[in-house]
């Protein structure tokens, strides 16, 4: 299944784009799909656990379960000042 990733700030920096898409097997979940961007781009390893996850624009603290075509954004997390 196909699902399509924005990240945002530092994490752009980190993957060189604002905009992924990558194929996921059937029954992927949040946490699947953090595993393998993990392993496509090391540098996002400091994040992890840091930054919100939104699928489909709502924002999730549990693992859940992707459909195809879903959109996961990864937000690092901000300061103000």
Do not use: C, W
Request: aromatic share 6%.
């Amino acid at each position: 299944m196909l699902i399509k990733i924005k990240v945002f700030a530092s994490l752009r920096d980190i993957t060189g784009t604002g905009n992924l898409e990558l194929n996921l097997p059937e029954g992927s979940t949040t946490e699947t799909l953090i595993s393998e961007l993990m392993r496509q781009f090391p540098g996002l390893l400091p994040f992890n656990g840091v930054f919100r996850i939104a699928v489909n624009q709502e924002y999730t603290a549990e693992t859940l379960l992707l459909h195809d075509r879903d959109e996961v954004a990864l937000i690092p997390p901000t300061s103000g000042g």
